[in-house]
Structure formats: structure tokens, C-alpha cells
């Protein structure tokens, strides 16, 4: 298939008084509550207790420490209390045909009283803390497992610093409630399930479904390059495909993912 138009400029980032931040958050979070409500968009329930489905379609895992120069290593263990509290929402999700899962309409919005801790966070090209941070190492691992799957990622935002470890450049999602969501659809005819776990030292999950395995996916990128911007800062780009394989291995589709571009810390 055809590549898409490749694009290397970034505008250099500017920074927004604190005053016009906080109103341009409330509105933009109004503008999703509206969308939740008024949109026509089935979502998927909170998690099911009628047991796991049968089939699995695939599995990953991710260290839950990532051990981030300059964070404090306090935040990433707060950030396993934050991962905890939202997979206690989360985990085993059903998704039927036609329906949307919500990351944020599931977990809610993060506040001391359900329990959450100051976790790392990127503001502004640099690591901070906020409540709740940490919870983006969630939506970029439901990402990566979606794009292995036949369901579809219909809403997905990708980090302006070029700092995750992921495989590939631009296989992460981030998040921020609520209006930085990560939404995946399914537009089968089959249903599907999100188990995840977290173990001694892993992220760990699963993608199960009601009828077995048709299709097998790899990732791959595309076009990968650093390009100095005219305002003074290294960018990374790529693009990044997946082939979709038979289950007896034989290629049967190259589909276009998404273009990424971010700026280098």
C-alpha cells in the first residue's frame, strides 16, 4: 500500500499561562463528558463477573519499574498503587461487537479519595509529579496489545517528548482525563475480553475472545529519522505499519497504524 505523505516539521511548543491551562482542561473535559453522554457511542460496561472467556488471542507483559533517570523512585512505586486501583476497574472488560472501550469512562478521573498517589508525569518536555501519574504506562501497554488483535484503536494520542522504552518509537499512548482518552472498538462479530494482571515485577495481559484465533500481527515502522527543526530542537518521526498473517502464516494484509512525531529530550 501506499505510504502516507511523509511530514517532519513540528511547531515549537509553546507554554500557556497557568490560568488559561486550567480553563482550556475544563472545557476540554466538559466537551468529552458531552461526548459521552450525547454522542451515540456504546461503550463497554465496567468489568464482567461471569468468568473469562475462552480463547486467547495474545498475550504481553512489561516490567513494572522502569527506573527513569531523575524520577524519584518513591513515584514509580506509587505509580504500581495508581496501576492497581485502575486495573480493579478495568480488568476483564468485556467488549461486544459494536461497542467502544473508554479508558478514562472506565477507571473515572483519579482522586486522593479513591486512593491515588503522585506518580511521574511528562509537563512540558521535563518529569514531574501529579495524582495519578503513572497511568499512561497502562493505556500505552492497551495499546500495543490492541494492535494485535482485530479490534480497532479509535482514539489513541501519542506523547510530544520522545521518552518511552517501547519497542518501537511511537507504539505508546498517552493519557489525561479525560479528554486524552484511549478508545478501542469492536468492529467484529465476535466478543472480547481484557485480562490484566500485575505480578511481582509485570504488567501482564491478555486479549481473550469467544471464537478462536483467525489472524496473527506483526509491527513494524517505516521512515524512522531524526530532523532538526529551524526552531532549535531535534524531532524523531515514523511510521508504523502491521502485516496480518493467516494462521498457517501466509501474509495477507500490510495496513497503515499511525505517523508519529515528537520532540527529543
Known amino acids: 500500500m501506499n505510504s502516507p505523505n511523509i511530514i517532519r516539521h513540528v511547531p515549537q511548543p509553546s507554554l500557556?499561562?497557568?490560568?488559561?491551562?486550567?480553563?482550556?482542561?475544563?472545557?476540554?473535559?466538559?466537551?468529552?463528558?458531552?461526548?459521552?453522554?450525547?454522542?451515540?457511542?456504546?461503550?463497554?460496561?465496567?468489568?464482567?463477573?461471569?468468568?473469562?472467556?475462552?480463547?486467547?488471542?495474545?498475550?504481553?507483559?512489561?516490567?513494572?519499574?522502569?527506573?527513569?533517570?531523575?524520577?524519584?523512585?518513591?513515584?514509580?512505586?506509587?505509580?504500581?498503587?495508581?496501576?492497581?486501583?485502575?486495573?480493579?476497574?478495568?480488568?476483564?472488560?468485556?467488549?461486544?461487537?459494536?461497542?467502544?472501550?473508554?479508558?478514562?469512562?472506565?477507571?473515572?478521573?483519579?482522586?486522593?479519595?479513591?486512593?491515588?498517589?503522585?506518580?511521574?508525569?511528562?509537563?512540558?518536555?521535563?518529569?514531574?509529579?501529579?495524582?495519578?501519574?503513572?497511568?499512561?504506562?497502562?493505556?500505552?501497554?492497551?495499546?500495543?496489545?490492541?494492535?494485535?488483535?482485530?479490534?480497532?484503536?479509535?482514539?489513541?494520542?501519542?506523547?510530544?517528548?520522545?521518552?518511552?522504552?517501547?519497542?518501537?518509537?511511537g507504539s505508546d499512548a498517552t493519557c489525561f482525563y479525560n479528554y486524552k482518552d484511549l478508545a478501542i472498538k469492536n468492529n467484529t462479530n465476535q466478543t472480547f475480553q481484557l485480562v490484566l494482571e500485575i505480578g511481582d515485577d509485570q504488567l501482564k495481559g491478555i486479549w481473550k475472545s469467544a471464537k478462536p484465533q483467525e489472524h496473527n500481527y506483526e509491527i513494524y515502522e517505516k521512515h524512522a529519522a531524526y530532523h532538526q527543526q529551524d526552531w532549535g530542537r531535534q524531532t524523531r518521526h515514523n511510521h508504523l505499519y502491521r502485516r496480518v498473517f493467516d494462521m498457517q502464516g501466509n501474509q495477507i494484509a500490510d495496513e497503515f497504524i499511525a505517523e508519529n512525531h515528537a520532540i527529543v529530550m
Open 16 to 169: 500557556r499561562n497557568p490560568l488559561r491551562r486550567r480553563l482550556g482542561v475544563a472545557y476540554h473535559r466538559l466537551k468529552r463528558q458531552a461526548k459521552w453522554a450525547f454522542g451515540g457511542t456504546k461503550f463497554a460496561k465496567p468489568k464482567s463477573d461471569s468468568g473469562q472467556l475462552p480463547y486467547v488471542h495474545f498475550t504481553h507483559q512489561t516490567p513494572l519499574l522502569r527506573h527513569l533517570v531523575g524520577v524519584d523512585p518513591i513515584l514509580e512505586q506509587n505509580k504500581i498503587v495508581n496501576l492497581r486501583l485502575a486495573l480493579a476497574k478495568i480488568n476483564n472488560t468485556i467488549i461486544h461487537p459494536g461497542e467502544t472501550l473508554s479508558f478514562w469512562k472506565l477507571i473515572g478521573k483519579p482522586t486522593t479519595r479513591k486512593g491515588y498517589l503522585d506518580g511521574a508525569i511528562l509537563l512540558n518536555g521535563a518529569f514531574s509529579q501529579g495524582l495519578g501519574g503513572g497511568l499512561c504506562h497502562l493505556s500505552g501497554f492497551m495499546y500495543w496489545m490492541a494492535l494485535h488483535t482485530p479490534l480497532t484503536v479509535a482514539e489513541r494520542h501519542r506523547h510530544g517528548y520522545d521518552t518511552t522504552p517501547a519497542k518501537f518509537f
